[in-house]
């Protein structure tokens, strides 16, 4: 019995110092060039931008930076991720905001992953290693109440991320520029067809307090929040589909730029990578399409 509850001890023993080797792990993080870790690290302990992105894909790859900056004569970062929505935008904004106060906010609206009932959109694994540094606590476990106990493991936080970024560190590949990734080519016309109606999409009220700490957070800062929707290619899109952003923005008398119909980019597929997508040529057009817009809201505050 002895022998064994030594063999157990050693055995708990191993597990503590194997999961403290793993987080270790982070250590390499500041030498990430690219992919979702290494733009998440960038955002939550680098940047400091004055004009800050937030969003979808359709945030990602539609705001060219330079072109912001160059209008605006502000940095900006592009902190839009594929597949996120208000959890993410939250998180991120808290990290950047620990250290630095953007003038302007930029957040694309995607309901799907903003209001409505998403499972992808509720996974922010890529923020894991920063909870208790940047108070996200309460994010997870809002998410996930397990999350308090999950979050004392490093094999946890750093479950597969080694994976992913041994062969970006080896790569040294750099996908992104000041966060944004353009799309290349164009749209096939032959391999899409026009969405019917959205179906009707159950409301996360998780989200929507979210989306609302994410407006609060922004005017405690003091920034110029902006809400903005980009172009698609087709013209279906139904606005009863943004009625709850909407009224929430109205609510909070935060100012939309809305270009989802925008007749310079609707049926164009030389702008397009794909009907909800604006490749790069379409992206500077319409940054430079948002920046005028942005600057004159400015000017009116």
């Known amino acids: 019995m002895k022998t064994f509850i030594i063999k157990l001890l050693a055995f708990f023993l191993l597990l503590i110092a194997a999961d403290f080797a793993i987080g270790g792990i982070y250590s390499l993080y500041d030498h990430l060039k690219g992919g979702e870790i290494g733009k998440a690290h960038e955002i939550m302990t680098k940047v400091n931008p004055d004009i800050l992105i937030l969003g979808s894909s359709r945030a990602a790859h539609h705001y060219n930076p330079e072109i912001l900056k160059e209008a605006l004569q502000m940095q900006a970062y592009n902190a839009g991720f594929d597949g996120q929505g208000t959890f993410m935008d939250y998180g991120l904004l808290k990290g950047v905001s620990s250290r630095h106060k953007p003038k302007i906010i930029i957040c694309e609206l995607t309901p799907i992953f903003d209001i409505y009932q998403n499972a992808q959109s509720s996974s922010?694994?890529?923020?894991?290693?920063?909870?208790?540094?940047?108070?996200?606590?309460?994010?997870?476990?809002?998410?996930?109440?397990?999350?308090?106990?999950?979050?004392?493991?490093?094999?946890?936080?750093?479950?597969?991320?080694?994976?992913?970024?041994?062969?970006?560190?080896?790569?040294?590949?750099?996908?992104?520029?000041?966060?944004?990734?353009?799309?290349?080519?164009?749209?096939?016309?032959?391999?899409?067809?026009?969405?019917?109606?959205?179906?009707?999409?159950?409301?996360?009220?998780?989200?929507?307090?979210?989306?609302?700490?994410?407006?609060?957070?922004?005017?405690?800062?003091?920034?110029?929040?902006?809400?903005?929707?980009?172009?698609?290619?087709?013209?279906t899109e139904s606005s009863e589909y943004y009625e709850k952003v909407f009224d929430i923005a109205d609510e909070r008398d935060i100012p939309i730029l809305n270009h989802l119909h925008d007749p310079r980019f609707t049926g164009n597929p030389n702008l397009f990578i794909d009907p909800s997508h604006l490749n790069s040529q379409g992206a500077d057009l319409f940054t430079t399409i948002i920046a005028h817009e942005v600057d004159s809201i400015c000017k009116s505050r």
Do not use: C, M, W
């Open 124 to 235: 922010i694994s890529v923020l894991t290693p920063y909870s208790s540094s940047y108070q996200l606590d309460t994010l997870f476990n809002d998410i996930d109440p397990n999350e308090k106990y999950k979050l004392l493991s490093n094999s946890y936080i750093y479950n597969s991320k080694l994976f992913r970024i041994i062969p970006n560190i080896i790569s040294g590949r750099v996908d992104f520029i000041n966060g944004y990734k353009p799309s290349h080519g164009t749209l096939d016309k032959h391999r899409f067809t026009p969405k019917g109606k959205e179906p009707a999409f159950a409301v996360d009220s998780l989200k929507v307090r979210y989306f609302k700490k994410l407006i609060s957070k922004a005017n405690e800062l003091g920034a110029t929040l902006i809400f903005t929707i980009s172009p698609e290619y087709y013209n």
